[in-house]
């Protein structure tokens, strides 16, 4: 996959990339990255030499039809780990243990903190859950990483592309043997996740938003659900005005015809 894909999206995107030299050559580590696009998990990989595991949501691999085969095939192909977010505790403690796998086995292990990708090109602040466990349960390096510009390249919804740079920033490997046997404490776990985050943050010169980006994704579906209520009120209320008007208007033609009409009558 990397030969038929990795060569390719290199040659046509050209990607730019810093801090190369911070991936181990061997053994395990978590990569955690920011999240502008659904673009981000192939450019990673693509300018890696080490495969990288993502996890990736059960629908890519379930969806019926030709393209939903197509789909599971190629997410198959490069190795990424479907998981049933129907339920959110369940999912993630299988994103946990995913994780924990992938590591065991001394591979790298990718991972987006903040659960989605970003609605407006901020970063959000990391969930404490799946990176900050599987580092802590292994003993795995976090190494940060900064994507630049993707989001431009396919902004969500879009399908096609566009041809431009994008920008990969790969920080220092972090260590957090200092919190080993503390995965189940939720403070540790918020740490080293502020920890992560504060890292990504320096390496992408995003504006940095503390709250969950779910939480803002709701927060901007609520408004445009309440925009399109107010504007199909307005609508239905000019509608109203607008027939009212019409109206009166045939109320007072009618009523000047029958005025016309009664004055030819009582005429000399």
């Avoid at 995107?13 to 050559?25: D, K, S, Y």
């Avoid at 490069?78 to 993630?92: H, K, T, Y």
């Avoid at 969930?127 to 466990?133: E, S, T």
């Avoid at 890292?199 to 709701?218: C, P, W």
Wanted: net charge positive.
């Amino acid at each position: 996959m990397k030969v038929a894909i990795g060569g390719p999206l290199k040659l046509a995107f050209r990607p730019w990339v810093e801090g190369l030299e911070n991936i181990p050559a061997e053994g395990p580590a978590v990569l955690a990255s920011n999240h502008l696009s659904f673009s981000d998990s192939f450019f990673l990989p693509a300018v890696l030499d080490r495969k990288v595991t993502f996890i990736a949501k059960a629908e890519y691999f379930t969806t019926p039809g030709v393209k939903g085969r197509l789909t599971a095939a190629f997410f198959k192909g490069v190795g990424q780990l479907p998981v049933d977010r129907s339920g959110a505790r369940g999912a993630g403690e299988a994103a946990i243990r995913s994780g924990i796998e992938v590591l065991e086995r001394g591979e790298l292990f990718g991972i987006y903190p903040e659960g989605t990708r970003s609605p407006d090109g901020r970063l959000y602040r990391g969930k404490p859950g799946g990176l900050a466990r599987v580092a802590l349960a292994t003993g795995a390096p976090v190494i940060p990483v900064a994507m630049i510009d993707t989001e431009k390249i396919q902004p969500p919804g879009q399908v096609m592309p566009k041809l431009m740079r994008p920008g990969i920033r790969i920080g220092r490997p972090l260590d957090f043997s200092r919190y080993q046997g503390m995965e189940h404490d939720r403070f540790v776990l918020r740490a080293v996740t502020d920890e992560v985050m504060y890292e990504i943050m320096k390496l992408s010169g995003q504006e940095y938003v503390d709250m969950y980006a779910t939480a803002m994704k709701r927060q901007l579906s609520e408004a445009a659900k309440a925009e399109k209520e107010a504007e199909r009120a307005a609508k239905a209320a000019l509608a109203r005005a607008e027939k009212e008007q019409a109206e009166k208007l045939k109320a007072a033609m009618e009523q000047a015809d029958r005025q016309q009409r009664n004055g030819r009558r009582s005429g000399p």
